[in-house]
């Protein structure tokens, strides 16, 4: 993956639109949801986020999900210019947008297929 090699201000704020855009694809979900097998096989939106760190309850979970991410944009955030280093460049996709990005695709096509679908049969 090339390196990006836009101003970190453009880059914090791609990170923030992908989360916004992720977190949306997850509201309204019940607890049901959030913890129904599905959405990529066998991983459920909550194990999406967990990444391998099953037995949290699902509100441990969220609050992970959540501290996680504001811990990591606090740091991105706090760099300065020249700390935006080819290795931070090239980390950051994989960490936060793309990551972000291919999950909120399973969430909305697992919801606009399997959800619907049952809510239609209701």
């Known amino acids: 993956m090339a390196k990006d090699t836009r101003e ?12 916004v855009a992720l977190t949306s694809t997850m509201y309204g979900l019940s607890e049901d949801e959030l913890t129904r097998e599905g959405p990529v096989g066998k991983w459920s939106v ?3 986020w ?3 760190l099953h037995g ?7 609050d992970m999900f959540e ?8 740091l991105l955030s706090s760099l300065r210019p020249d700390q935006w280093s080819g290795y931070i460049r ?5 960490a936060t947008w793309h990551h972000f990005e291919e ?19 209701a």
């Not at 501290?67 to 944009?73: D, E, I, P, S």
């Not at 090239?90 to 994989?94: A, E, F, L, R, V």
């Not at 399973?106 to 239609?120: A, D, P, Q």
């Open 8 to 19: 970190p201000q453009e880059i914090l704020a791609h990170i923030i639109s992908a989360r």
């Open 46 to 48: 909550k194990d999406q």
């Open 50 to 52: 967990e990444a391998g």
């Open 56 to 62: 949290l309850s699902l509100q441990e979970s969220i």
């Open 67 to 74: 501290t996680t991410h504001y811990r990591l944009f606090g």
């Open 90 to 94: 090239i980390w950051i996709p994989g």
């Open 103 to 121: 999950h909120a695709e399973h969430i909305r096509t697992w919801r606009e297929l399997v959800l619907n679908s049952i809510k239609e049969t």
